[in-house]
Every structure is written in C-alpha cells, then in structure tokens.
C-alpha cells in the first residue's frame, strides 16, 4: 500500500493562548508586589521634623485652661503635640493649629483620639484661658489652651527651649510676640520625640503622628 | 481695514497713557483668608500681587471696613524663632513685570482687630494703595487653607 502523501510538516500547532507565560508571569508580577511593598514598609519613616533618637523624657508642667488645670502627665498614653503661640498672632500661629487640625482629620478615627494637641499661650498677658480655650476649640473641639503666670510660662518654655519674647509692632497692633514656631510632639511613653518645624504641612503631621502612634 | 493715520495712533497713545493710575497695571489674585477663631483679634489675608506695568511700584497702604486697622506685616523665621513686623514706611515693592505672593508664613496683609466672624464662604473688601497705580480694590475669600 503506498503512503499517501502525507506533508512532512509537523501539523502547524495553533497560536497557544499564552497561559503558560501567564501562568509564569502573574506569580512573578505579585511576588515582585510583595517584595516592593515589603521592601517599602522596611524602611525607616522620613521624618518630617527632627528626631530625637535618645529616649529624653519630656519634662511635666502643669498650667491652666479653661476647664480645669492640665498637666502633660495627664496625657500619658497619647500623643502630645506642644505648640507655643498666642492668639493675636494672625498668620503663623492659625496656620498651624489649622494644620495640626487638619493631621488629625487624617488619621483614623482611632488614631485620632490618641492625639492631644496643647496650645502653650507665650502671652499670658493677653491670653486668659477662657479666651485660649474659644480660640483653640475653634480649631478642633480635642484642643487645650493653657497659661499661667509669666514665671510659669517661662519656666515651661525654658524647660522645653522654647525662646519668645515681645517685640514692637506698630501703633494699631501693640506689641507683637517672637517665638520658636515649633511642634514639638511628645510620645505614649513621654518622650520628646520630634520636632516639626513651622511650614510642614498637614499631610507631613499627619505620617508623623501615625508613625508613632503604631 | 484702513490704516489710521499716524496722528490717530498717536492719539490712542496718548489716551491709553493717560489711563495710569486707575490700578489697570496692577492685577492681584486669589486673595484670600483663613477662618481665624471669633475670639481672634486679628486675621490674615494673603495674595499674589502683579505688576503688569514697566516700572515698579509699591503697596503702600490697605485697608479694609472689614479690620479696625489693615497694615502689611512680614513673618519672618530666624534659627526657627518666629517673629512678625509692620512693613516699612516705602510699603511692599513690585519690580516691573514681576510679581509677589503674600502667603502664610510671609509677607500677609494684617487685618488688626478684626470688625466681623471670618466664616468660610464670606467675601470682605480690601483696598490697597499703590503708589504708581493708585486705588486697586479686591474681593478677599474666606477659605480653608
């Protein structure tokens, strides 16, 4: 019996789906996810402010606000965030307090409540509590307000190297305060931890604060 | 189209120059103010000031029915202390075809003793007076940052 002509060529092999690359190439794609996702949570946070590496306990006060004394002991537990100013500020100072604010709005809701934001006033002069508790409430309801006697104040400001002093402004505005426009935020465990420098916007707070608050 | 003549485009020359002074060289935008706390003797209003004309000018006065009093101030940050002064007597200089921005942090207009609630949404007056423009008034927004 003779052979039928049979072509020689091997049947053309249809254009296989690429399942095989994919089955190759998805677990490749997601390891490689994994590994930069990893990758990414390994590496030490970027700071916004400066850090302080040592534990350094911050020193406790105890000033006045509207609703009663406030000691930063109180709040062992949560973050503190420190700030000095003074509410004839127009620019500066709401500016943070807005930024700080908006941190918070940031975070979750958990977080959040772990975050206490105390408004040192560096011009007790002018700042009564009941005038420091409106002002910094309008901000948020969780802020704190603070002041005291001028020996207090600057026995607080000292033990945290926080320099103000009043400055001339002009006829309409009185004197106007200079002062280190820091967020200084204390830890759970009360210590000072960093230092955000003015400028830092809320987005940048706002990784800081839920870095240390993991 | 016929071609003016040379003494009617010296004539709109001449009409167009006598316009300085009405602030039309001057164009500020995006002012604005941040909602201050009622309790808040003062605010802050910020801008971006143009000068669109060919020689500089200075800001030298505002003012605002809004503010019992409106100066320029300057905030300004050494070795992370900051502090804040009234502009000086010349006001705030423009250079021809340049521009400054009053932004937090900055150069800001001080609205001092504050005459009303700055509330999100409120638009307030200011006028400021330049000294090669004259009288410019603008519509200040009350906004969050």
Redesign the interface.
């Known amino acids: 019996m003779t052979e039928s002509p049979i072509s020689e060529e091997p049947a053309p092999s249809r254009p296989r789906f690429p399942w095989q690359y994919a089955l190759v190439a998805v677990p490749l794609v997601i390891a490689g996810l994994v590994f930069w996702w990893g990758y990414n949570r390994a590496q030490p946070h970027q700071f916004s402010g400066a850090v302080i590496q040592s534990p350094t306990a911050a020193p406790d006060f105890t000033l006045s606000s509207d609703t009663g004394p406030v000691s930063l002991s109180d709040y062992r537990g949560k973050l503190v965030a420190l700030y000095f100013g003074y509410t004839f500020c127009p620019d500066i100072c709401p500016t943070t307090l807005q930024d700080v604010a908006d941190a918070i709005e940031i975070l979750d809701d958990g977080d959040a409540t772990d975050v206490q934001l105390i408004f040192v006033t560096v011009d007790p002069a002018r700042d009564t509590a009941e005038r420091l508790g409106e002002y910094v409430r309008h901000f948020d309801e969780s802020f704190l307000g603070v002041t005291g006697t001028e020996e207090e104040i600057g026995s607080v400001a000292t033990l945290y190297g926080i320099y103000y002093r009043a400055g001339e402004g002009s006829e309409a505005t009185g004197y106007l305060m200079e002062h280190t426009a820091t967020l200084l935020v204390i830890d759970r465990e009360g210590n000072l931890k960093e230092v955000i420098p003015f400028g830092v916007d809320s987005d940048g707070i706002a990784a800081d604060l839920e870095y240390m608050l993991r | 189209m016929r071609r003016m003549s040379a003494c009617t485009s010296a004539a709109l020359l001449l009409l167009l120059a006598a316009g300085c002074g009405d602030g039309s060289d001057i164009e500020v935008s995006g002012a604005w103010g941040?909602?201050?706390?009622?309790?808040?003797?003062?605010?802050?209003f910020y801008m971006v000031i143009s000068n669109k004309a060919d020689t500089s000018d200075q800001l030298e006065r505002v003012s605002s029915a809004a503010c019992?009093?409106a100066?320029l101030?300057e905030?300004m940050?050494t070795d992370?202390?900051?502090?804040?002064?009234?502009v000086g007597a010349g006001g705030i200089e423009i250079r021809a075809g340049s521009e400054v921005v009053l932004e937090?942090?900055g150069l800001?207009v001080?609205?001092?003793?504050k005459q009303v609630d700055f509330v999100v949404g409120e638009t307030y007056e200011l006028t400021l007076e330049f000294a090669e423009a004259g009288s410019v008034v603008v519509d200040v927004e009350i906004r969050?940052?």
Not at chain 2, 110 to 113: A, G, N, P, T
Request: hydrophobic share 40%; net charge negative; aromatic share 0%.
């Open positions: 941040r909602p201050v706390p009622a309790v808040a003797a003062n605010g802050a019992g009093a100066e101030h905030s940050m992370g202390v900051m502090s804040m002064s009234p937090a942090g800001h001080m609205c001092i003793d969050e940052g």
